[in-house]
């Protein structure tokens, strides 16, 4: 019987793979590669337009047949299945977990309590769409009748990541005389320099967040009403340069917006899982509803590819497999993203959320403590500037570290050759990670021998290369699904509840005690002797 339950290393598949591994570990990728010629043929996938290369990994047919037993054993498709058909599977929230139905196309059914909730999504598209399409085309005037030319979303968190990625990511897509501003830190530098070369009459704010609680968000949304309102002097201002996007109606109400102009979703859709709801609203005036459409048809593709695709040959199963065997048998704490494309570059900020939130768990969801690692160190910044700073730890440091390689055919403008140059350098530094660089192999080149050593590339260093044609907005929906249920799927491995986020809420707490008694010189301070000296060294700063 599939469990997503109870501990995963009790079970027999686990016990398996540890058995295979004692042989697995001494494998060559050198060897590998020797033993079959088709190697680089064989071990691909494609899910959507996303051709996937995973023979340059640490394993065998074994070992993905042994990987794909484990997958079935914890139940990987029938938790996939419950959460697409919205069974509460978020159990330490009660919560339906269905960013799945966010991209279900008109006509489809998907019920949570009963309520099929497909219109619903449909309904708030459209709105979305139409007041898209209103800012896009000028019929949207501010508070003097001009036009819009700059929208700033307010937002942390996955109410900020998803659509501050996609913007970028998706810049050739979108309109250009209009200007888009991501405002997320409740450091005032962050409002200030968004706000402070433009004009308040044609600046469009886009309050974006699930609980409307957010400190940071309402503190920037108070300090831009606040600018506008300083500017344009007239609290009738506010209808026409602010928008919410929350599941919290009463609070948006409270902060001043008017619930017309308010695009909402519901709480089955995580913060992090949240950019294909209302939260893209920004991405959607940036690119245009048909764009969005894109995105999200390219999402639903990578979801259909789960349900559908049998376990050895799906994309986000096998990338979550091969993600548990670095993890939990090589004991590999990080995993590197390496987008070869500058408009990928906050992809790995993205999925720092999307994977570190959801799998950083230390208690699986029957509330016991896993005895196996779970979610690693996700970072990565594009490449090449990559491999000019922290690539040398990669390729000769002591600390494996698994890396997926993002790559694009076709830029959106051809510029000289620097496309080629860019995949060359992808091409060669997935080559150079696997194979490395042997002693004799430096020697023939004529290298002194005291310096051998130091020039040898151990290789043997596991990357999964990604290729797309081109960086359109179906693409970046699948990458991002494709994420998303290799994040699910390790969850489900590992038997934590991808979808809670316990350990963010005592920070949240504790800044709350904390910052009254920055401001008051007066108040007792019952922290620990660390705290209460770093509080009085700022009061002192501060002059206080
Ligand atoms: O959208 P909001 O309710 O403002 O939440 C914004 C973010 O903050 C929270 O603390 C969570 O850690 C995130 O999962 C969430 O995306």
Not at 16 to 36: C, S
Not at 39 to 51: D, K, M, S, V
Not at 146 to 156: A, E, L, S
Not at 453 to 478: D, M, S, Y
Request: aromatic residues 8%.
């Amino acid at each position: 019987m599939a469990s997503a339950q109870g501990d995963v290393a009790a079970g027999p598949a686990w016990q398996r793979l540890q058995q295979h591994y004692e042989t697995a570990r001494g494998l060559q990728l050198r060897e590998l590669f020797d033993a079959d010629p088709t190697r680089g043929e064989t071990f691909t996938a494609t899910a959507g337009e996303l051709y996937v290369d995973y023979s340059k990994h640490r394993l065998t047919a074994e070992t993905l047949e042994l990987l794909v037993a484990l997958a079935e054993e914890r139940g990987v498709p029938e938790q996939f299945a419950a959460m697409v058909t919205g069974q509460k599977i978020n159990t330490t929230e009660g919560r339906a977990v269905l960013h799945t139905a966010l991209r279900a196309p008109r006509g489809t059914v998907v019920e949570v309590d009963g309520v099929d909730v497909v219109p619903g999504v449909h309904e708030v598209l459209d709105k979305m769409a139409g007041f898209a399409d209103s800012v896009r085309s000028g019929e949207w005037k501010g508070h003097t009748g001009k036009r819009i030319r700059t929208v700033i979303n307010i937002g942390i968190g996955g109410s900020d990541l998803g659509p501050a990625m996609a913007y970028d990511a998706l810049l050739p897509f979108t309109q250009r005389d209009l200007d888009f501003r991501f405002v997320s830190n409740v450091d005032g530098a962050d409002i200030y320099e968004a706000t402070r070369d433009i004009e308040a009459d044609e600046t469009l704010f886009i309050v974006s967040s699930k609980t409307f609680t957010t400190q940071e968000t309402l503190a920037n949304a108070h300090t831009a009403r606040d600018w506008l309102l300083g500017k344009l002097g007239d609290e009738s201002a506010v209808a026409k340069h602010f928008v919410a996007v929350s599941t919290n109606a009463s609070a948006v109400g409270e902060f001043g917006i008017d619930t017309d102009n308010m695009f909402g979703f519901w709480d089955w859709v995580g913060g992090r899982y949240s950019f294909p709801s209302a939260i893209g609203l920004s991405l959607m005036i940036a690119i245009g509803p048909d764009g969005f459409r894109e995105l999200l048809a390219g999402m639903r593709e990578i979801d259909e590819h789960v349900r559908t695709t049998p376990l050895d040959r799906n994309v986000p199963v096998l990338l979550g497999l091969i993600g548990v065997w670095y993890r939990d048998f090589f004991g590999a704490q990080a995993h590197a993203v390496l987008p070869y494309s500058n408009y990928l570059g906050k992809f790995p900020a993205y999925l720092q959320q999307l994977d570190m939130e959801s799998n950083g768990k230390y208690v699986r969801k029957d509330g016991e403590l896993v005895t196996v690692d779970t979610g690693p160190i996700v970072w990565g910044t594009p490449g090449t500037n990559g491999q000019h700073a922290y690539y040398q730890l990669i390729h000769q440091g002591t600390t494996m570290i698994p890396a997926d390689f993002i790559g694009i055919a076709r830029p959106a403008e051809e510029i000289g050759e620097h496309q080629d140059l860019l995949v060359a350098n992808l091409f060669a530094q997935t080559e150079a990670l696997a194979f490395g660089k042997t002693p004799d192999e430096v020697r023939a080149e004529g290298v002194a021998e005291d310096l051998v050593q130091h020039k040898t590339f151990p290789g043997n260093r596991p990357t999964t290369t990604i290729l797309a044609a081109e960086l359109t907005p179906r693409v970046l929906g699948q990458l991002v699904a494709t994420y998303e249920h290799k994040v699910f799927t390790q969850g489900v491995i590992w038997g934590i509840n991808s979808f809670d986020q316990w350990g963010v809420e005592l920070g949240k707490v504790l800044a709350k005690r904390i910052a009254p008694e920055l401001t008051e010189a007066e108040v007792d301070l019952a922290h620990d002797s660390s705290t209460n000296t770093l509080i009085r060294r700022y009061r002192s700063m501060r002059g206080r």
